[in-house]
């Protein structure tokens, strides 16, 4: 399913960036970034009507030859951004924003954790924070062949 | 007996209208296991009676310790023994009744036969559940074949589960050799087992059974059990010291407890563990049903000095419903797995079957002194406010700290342990209530000036009156001028003796009510002796004999009406604490509302 998934902060730094490993992960991590513009350019536009009624869910990004990018973005200006396989393209928009919303709700619970400062990042390596978010998106990154 | 069984079986339950069809083997073989537990219940310790008490005097329930140990012998990963438990019901109302178990019997029985756990699958037939009981238990009416079957197919599933366990293994190869040695072992050593029923409680007696005899696939998880069991003597008592040293580090002062059951299973609470972490949590909150929420208990576990990381691994394992706040149960996981990792347990994978919440609060229930705690504490706490209030320019804060100390220090077995907390807790009691602070040191000088000195004309006046009487009675010739001196006298005197704090009514009353008693003095006077008005102050020789007689008469009412002056102004303080404080009430309520939209709007509403 998903190739890519990133949650960036407000600031627009990465918390969190994981992508299946037999790719390059820097094309990446470039996407990603560069899909920070298309997320701005969508919340500015939608900005300036009320903010309550911004929808969090953005949609296609912007597709590539081989890669489509979805994003996703909360009250509190955290994005969530995936990128997915062209060919895979059984995958319809609702599935995306399921996926996007447990994206979500993951990242709420890692929010409730007191030790958490906002603006670290997800960790899940050694024996600490982020183990509960880091399986919920290798359920999602399902085996790329 | 077994044919005829299976036939039963076989032949007997189909889906039907009620919600649970029994064959008669079955209905025999769980009415006989039923009594079993609710027999080991009886008989046995702590969680079971009080429960079946707490319950409902008239039914019978079988205690959540032996049925847990019946489930667990049943070898099925705990994942699904929580499932059935669910399903089953025990844990909506809270104990294993007949028709719990009978249902989570049946759920057991369809989960070996490799069914999905679900409501409907026990309405079709089933075999009868197997448990990995010994021959002598009666359970032989599931047959040695059967019994033997049920363990070698359960050995390769051992393996792999122990395979996929290995990398949290330190102590490495006692453990793949012992589980796998105990099922096979099992016939002649599970009565031993089964005496582990009371698990929480004779430990020291268990310790010296055989410890190799665990329900295996379950220890899988608790890798330092097997070797810490079978190495019983001598390290046992090592690591009871050391771990009872890191304890005492840990927390600021505290009764040692009786660690020695530790050792056996290292995620199971001691009533005594849960008897101190309840304690703790009383002293980060004082209501045991309601929540700590995520700072409160972020400072609290900081203390154990362990890193943030695995802090923030606890908290993740032990947050069940991820909200921020941790409910008794789910503080008590989060203290014993600290207490554990402190030890050197390696943090286990999940949450460990008798950590879940649900498996607490059904192994100990609240118990009934802290609810009576409780509410003896919320009664006479605000009896205690008033006095507290009245007596404010007396006390100082602590003093009134010292009340809900007093009211704490008569349950307590943790006494030392519970004034060391609520020391603590005293600098956040005093916080919590910054509006009685504040409310308490500014009314003194801010009293409004216009209640009082009509209060004091018309305790002046009746002073006035007295005074004049009495005057009257002394003296046989009065004469105005004498009398006027002596009510300008009188009025000063009962000013002067008002508090000091009423300096400002003090420049007023003196003023006024010489000319406002002059027209009752009249009239006093004018019944006594019809004399006229006369103007201009007595003599100094006249006035002094009588001002000595005054004092000592007047003195004593005039400390009563002090009295009666100070209750009137501490009642009105009062009343403006209330309002203050209501309005404090308001506003942070408002402010929990705003919070509320915003955690909501925050988390979207998922619809899976």
Known sequence: MAVCVAVIAKENYPLYIRSTPTENELKFHYMVHTSLDVVDEKISAMGKALVDQRELYLGLLYPTEDYKVYGYVTNSKVKFVMVVDSSNTALRDNEIRSMFRKLHNSYTDVMCNPFYNPGDRIQSRFVCLGRAFDNMVTSMMIPVC | ?????????????????????????????????????????????????????????????????????????????????????????????????????????????????????????????????????????????????AELHGTKVQI??????????????????????????????????????????????????????????????????????????????????????????????????????????????????????????????????????????????????????????????????????CDGALTLSEFCAAFHLIVARKNGYPLPEGLPPTLQPEYLQAAFPKPKWDCQLFDSYSESLPANQQPRDLNRMETSVKDTADLPVSTQDVTGDDKQALKSTVNEALPKDVSEDPATKSGLLPPPPALPPRPCPSQIWAIMNSVAVNICIQVVEWSEQVSEAELLPQLSRAPSQAAESSPSKKDVLYSQPPSKPIRRKFRPENQATENQEPSTVA???????????????????????????????????????????????????????????????????????TVL
């Open chain 2, 1 to 145: 007996m077994e044919a005829a069984a299976a036939a039963a079986a076989g032949g007997g339950c189909g889906s039907g209208p009620p919600p649970l069809l029994l064959s008669e083997g079955e209905q025999q073989c769980y009415s006989e296991l039923f009594a079993r537990c609710a027999g080991a219940a009886g008989g046995g310790p702590g969680p079971g009676p009080p429960e079946a008490a707490r319950v409902a005097p008239g039914t019978v329930t079988a205690a959540a310790g032996p049925v847990a140990d019946l489930f667990r012998a049943s070898q099925l990963p705990a994942e699904t023994l929580h499932q059935i438990t669910e399903l089953c019901g025990a844990k909506r109302v809270g104990y294993f009744g007949p028709t719990q178990f009978y249902i989570a019997l049946k759920l057991i029985a369809a989960a070996q036969s490799g069914l999905p756990v679900r409501i409907e699958s026990i309405k079709c037939e089933l075999p009868l559940p197997r448990f990995m009981m010994s021959k002598n238990d009666g359970e032989i009416r599931f047959g040695n074949p």
């Open chain 2, 535 to 605: 103007s201009g102050p007595a003599s100094a020789a006249t006035v002094k004999p009588h001002p000595t007689v005054q004092k000592q008469s007047s003195k004593q009412k005039k400390a009563i009406q002090t009295a009666i002056r100070k209750n009137k102004e501490a009642n009105a303080v009062l009343a403006r604490l209330n309002s203050e404080l209501q309005q404090q009430l308001k506003e942070v309520h408002q402010e929990r509302i705003a919070l509320e939209n915003q955690l909501e709007q925050l988390r979207p509403v």
């Open chain 2, 156 to 321: 390769p599933y051992l393996t792999t589960e122990k395979n996929s366990f290995k990398r949290m293994d330190d102590e490495d190869k006692q453990e793949t050799q012992s589980p796998t040695m105990s099922p096979l072992a099992s016939p002649p050593s599970s009565p031993p087992h089964y005496q582990r029923v009371p698990l929480s409680h004779g430990y020291s007696k268990l310790r010296s059974s055989a410890e190799q005899m665990h329900p295996a696939p379950y220890e899988a998880r608790q890798p330092l059990v097997q070797p810490e069991g079978s190495s019983s003597g001598g390290p046992g008592t090592k690591p009871l010291r050391h771990q009872t040293s890191l304890i005492r580090s840990f927390s600021v002062e505290r009764e040692l407890q009786d660690n020695s059951s530790y050792l056996d299973e290292p995620w199971r609470i001691t009533e005594e563990q849960r008897e101190y972490y309840v304690n703790q949590f009383r002293s980060l909150q004082p209501d045991p049903s309601s929540f700590i929420s995520g700072s409160v208990a972020k400072n609290f576990f900081t203390k154990s000095k362990l890193s943030i990381p695995e802090l923030s691994y606890i908290w993740e394992l032990s947050d069940a419903d």
